[in-house]
């Protein structure tokens, strides 16, 4: 096990971009709230692996965060509850995300967003990855990456008009 202060470090460092990537990602606060703290508790649990720098540290983390809204969210899908039901019962603690406000529209625009171009476009718009860091962090052809983020960037745009 991963020692607390480097745990610690980790939560400070890149804290904010696990739960950005988490919230957006599943519907519910209470399911990013599980995800985010699964997220840390497999960092805490992988001390073999090793980061060449806190960028590297941040995509595994981010990537990590990623790959367990996929699961949860294959999971739901086998639950006899549809998905327009579990968006429409969104439920949050954060007073920036309310009905009404500009990130709740984001927020919205991003839930209902396909993946493919959802994850790019977060990864590039909010978290800063250029193209070819996201297409090695989520193993897909860079210029299929730069062709995502575009959609994306479109379906926000359109979205928030």
């Excluded at 990456?145 to 928030?160: N, P, Q, T």
Aim: proline share 4%.
């Amino acid at each position: 096990m991963r020692p607390q202060s480097d745990i610690e470090q980790a939560l400070t460092l890149h804290g904010d971009a696990v739960w950005r990537a988490c919230s957006l990602h599943v519907a519910t606060y209470a399911d990013a709230q599980d995800i985010y703290q699964d997220t840390f508790l497999r960092y805490a649990l992988a001390d073999e692996q090793s980061f060449n720098s806190e960028e590297h540290r941040k995509a595994w983390l981010v990537r990590v965060a990623l790959n367990k809204c996929k699961d949860f969210n294959k999971a739901a899908a086998r639950k006899s509850e549809s998905l327009d039901e579990c968006i429409s019962t969104k439920q949050t603690n954060d007073l920036l995300v309310k009905p009404g406000s500009i990130a709740y529209e984001v927020v919205d625009a991003f839930a209902r967003m396909a993946d493919p171009p959802k994850t790019p476009a977060y990864l590039a718009l909010y978290e800063g990855y250029t193209a070819p860091e996201i297409a090695e962090i989520i193993d897909a052809p860079v210029n299929s990456v730069y062709s995502w983020i575009s959609r994306g960037r479109a379906l926000l745009k359109e979205a928030l008009l």
